[in-house]
């Protein structure tokens, strides 16, 4: 089945990097989501890995995947005030047609000036 | 990137009343677009899945009578909450399939803050 997990809370201070951590249990080619949702706005896409891929870097993400252990990280450099937000870990699976989205729980990032 | 927008992004409503929310695509055509129910400090649940031109896929546990869906256009699905009640209050966002370009991805709307009173 499909079960994404995500730790629900993580405090950075501002400057400092943030590595946000996900894992997922399909053992399907999928691909592997993340989005960051501000406080009553929808998800805003921030990037995006394809299961056989290891590493993806845009500007300040970073993102990791350890397919071997079905874990997913989003590293965010220098992260700011304005990061502050929920960020959700999401995987879209072959088995399903790459047609639904699994969402973990959502994981609230704080930022501390 | 690609947008999706909607339509209203508040509303408030008395009990019995229905409501249409609107989701389109603004800069591709999606012929699969998805509709969402957040709960407060929750992550989102899929309610159903609507194809252009066909009947939409709910999820179990989702009233297909409570909530139509209608997808009339490769840009536009609607959501229409029928005779909705206060448990009916919830935060809906709605996104879009695009397998345009090189990548397959969904793009979300910034959601819809339905209160019923």
């Known amino acids: 089945g499909e079960d994404v997990e995500q730790s629900l809370f993580l405090s950075v201070r501002e400057g400092d990097s943030s590595v946000i951590n996900c894992t997922y249990t399909?053992?399907?080619?999928?691909?592997l989501y993340w989005y960051k949702q501000e406080p009553g706005a929808g998800l805003q896409l921030l990037t995006y890995i394809f299961s056989n891929m290891d590493m993806k870097q845009d500007q300040r993400l970073t993102v990791l995947l350890n397919k071997k252990d079905k874990h997913l990280s989003l590293r965010i450099a220098d992260t700011q005030t304005g990061d502050s937000a929920i960020y959700f870990c999401?995987?879209?699976?072959?088995?399903?047609?790459?047609?639904?989205?699994?969402f973990g729980s959502g994981t609230k990032l704080n930022v501390k000036p | 990137g690609a947008v999706v927008s909607q339509h209203p992004s508040r509303v408030i409503c008395k009990s019995g009343t229905s409501v249409k929310i609107e989701c389109r695509s603004l800069?591709?055509?999606?012929?699969?677009m998805f509709w969402y129910r957040q709960f407060p400090k929750q992550s989102l649940m899929l309610m159903a899945t609507s194809n252009e031109g066909s009947k939409a896929t709910y999820e179990q546990g989702v009233e297909k009578d409570k909530f139509l869906i209608n997808h009339a256009s490769l840009t536009l699905s609607t959501l229409t909450v029928t005779s909705a009640h206060p448990e009916d209050s919830s935060f809906y966002i709605c996104?879009?399939?695009?397998?345009?370009?090189?990548?397959?991805?969904?793009?979300f709307g910034p959601g819809t803050r339905l209160t019923v009173l």
């Open positions: 800069d591709f055509q999606a012929t699969t």
């Open positions: 996104s879009a399939r695009d397998t345009g370009g090189w990548g397959d991805t969904q793009y």
């Open positions: 399909d053992s399907s080619s999928t691909y």
């Open positions: 999401a995987e879209s699976p072959a088995r399903r047609g790459f047609n639904k989205f699994y």
